[in-house]
């Protein structure tokens, strides 16, 4: 990794990556709220320039980190970073928000919780549980009867075993989100089907950061 901190640096590059796969395109506007040790020290760890270097396509090891801030300049992409509160949040977490050149916008809460390991807790403001440490599925839908189990069983055809899931929704028949974790690496065709099926809104196949 390039350094100086596993948590402030490789964990937050991390955060950042994952807020750019789930944009799915190239970002133009991003703001940053860092919270609790992220906005205390981000500029002594590099946690600033980790992030955005994250947001910029970057991995752990990519030498650039250090000049990231210059790099995005250079891009034309906008970064606000702000230090702020954000309540019952653990010690190492960013609210990212992202925009591409089209209007498209999305929002991804982080926590980076030691050596380079991140979860994140929030996408678009519902709570969901992602850990990059396995491909993951995340799924807004219509919270109707049949959607979880039509998704289910579209993992099961595929021979997708999965490790951990976790639904949150936003009220009883409105927008939900599951989040789940599968056992291995499938294709984006599993991503393709559960797009596809009633109910859903909208869908991405996330892989391991």
Request: proline fraction near 3%.
């Amino acid at each position: 990794m390039t350094g100086p901190s596993s948590s402030h640096t490789a964990g937050a590059v991390r955060i950042g990556l994952t807020a750019r796969t789930l944009l799915g395109s190239e970002p133009v506007w991003a703001h940053i709220l860092l919270h609790g040790s992220f906005a205390k020290t981000y500029r002594g760890h590099g946690t600033d320039r980790a992030l955005v270097a994250g947001i910029m396509g970057m991995n752990t090891a990519d030498p650039r980190i250090r000049d990231a801030l210059e790099v995005a300049r250079e891009r034309e992409l906008e970064v606000i970073l702000e230090p702020g509160e954000i309540e019952g949040a653990h010690v190492n977490t960013a609210l990212i928000t992202l925009r591409d050149a089209a209007g498209k916008e999305i929002s991804l809460q982080g926590s980076s919780v030691g050596g380079g390991n991140i979860v994140v807790t929030k996408i678009n403001g519902m709570s969901v549980h992602y850990t990059g440490e396995r491909q993951t599925l995340l799924v807004l839908h219509r919270d109707r009867p049949g959607v979880i189990a039509a998704v289910a069983e579209v993992t099961a055809d595929i021979g997708a075993n999965i490790a951990n899931f976790r639904l949150d929704r936003q009220s009883k028949g409105g927008e939900a989100v599951m989040c789940i974790e599968l056992d291995g690496i499938f294709s984006d065709d599993l991503n393709q089907r559960v797009s596809q099926l009633p109910g859903v809104l909208y869908s991405i196949l996330l892989r391991p950061v």
